[in-house]
T-cell receptor, first 114, second 116 residues
Framework: DARVTQTPRHKVTEMGQEVTMRCQPILGHNTVFWYRQTMMQGLELLAYFRNRAPLDDSGMPKDRFSAEMPDATLATLKIQPSEPRDSAVYFC????????????FGSGTRLTVV | AQTVTQSQPEMSVQEAETVTLSCTYDTSESDYYLFWYKQPPSRQMILVIRQEAYKQQNATENRFSVNFQKAAKSFSLKISDSQLGDAAMYFCAFVNSGGGADGLTFGKGTHLIIQP
């Protein structure tokens, strides 16, 4: 089965450090999302791309977060500087243009900022 | 903005029994998609079932089926013959159609416990 690959699976870092999370969407999928999951807020949409172009990143704290798609096989989410409140599971999901087939999620990156 | 509400934080069912998870949503759109995702302890988000709003027929996938009531904006998930492997968090999700111009909006989830 085709899958969305996220790395790293776990990341522990100190406050103030830069964190980069990577996502390889399913080949041929042209829509990529980044979600953050916490116990308090649940699943929140941070950003999404269509054909590598950012369409919406209104859910993302702009001062420290950035999301990019340097090519069709790689999406990145960067936090600089990281803070303890950024501790969460970050999911990448990909899909075809329409939502009819739903979206396939990666296994997530569990980020812990100490 | 769309909202999705799952009113049952936790549900418990005996193995082999049937359980129904509730979901309501609020939208002004007429064309959209609804999904149920399963998240086991491995934290992988797994698509269980999907429903197109323009279809009146309820979707089914093996032991999983939905009761879609468009007028009531209700989208419940029924799991028949519950199995231990069904234990997980279940999330209801909504997305507008039109090329998926918006991301999925999720409910807070229902923790399903299967009693052996």
């Amino acid at each position: 089965d085709a899958r969305v690959t996220q790395t790293p699976r776990h990341k522990v870092t100190e406050m103030g450090q830069e964190v980069t999370m990577r996502c390889q969407p399913i080949l041929g999928h042209n829509t990529v999302f980044w979600y953050r999951q916490t116990m308090m807020q649940g699943l929140e949409l941070l950003a999404y791309f269509r054909n590598r172009a950012p369409l919406d990143d209104s859910g993302m704290p702009k001062d420290r977060f950035s999301a990019e798609m340097p090519d069709a096989t790689l999406a990145t989410l960067k936090i600089q500087p990281s803070e303890p409140r950024d501790s969460a599971v970050y999911f990448c999901a990909s899909g075809l243009g329409g939502a009819v087939h739903g979206y396939t999620f990666g296994s997530g990156t569990r980020l812990t900022v100490v | 903005a769309q909202t999705v509400t799952q009113s049952q934080p936790e549900m418990s069912v005996q193995e082999a029994e049937t359980v129904t998870l509730s979901c309501t949503y609020d939208t002004s759109e007429s064309d959209y998609y609804l999904f149920w995702y399963k998240q086991p302890p491995s934290r992988q988000m797994i698509l269980v079932i999907r429903q197109e709003a323009y279809k009146q027929q309820n979707a089914t996938e093996n032991r999983f089926s939905v009761n879609f009531q468009k007028a009531a904006k209700s989208f419940s998930l029924k799991i028949s013959d519950s199995q231990l492997g069904d234990a997980a968090m279940y999330f209801c999700a909504f997305v507008n159609s039109g090329g998926g111009a918006d991301g999925l909006t999720f409910g807070k989830g229902t923790h399903l416990i299967i009693q052996p």
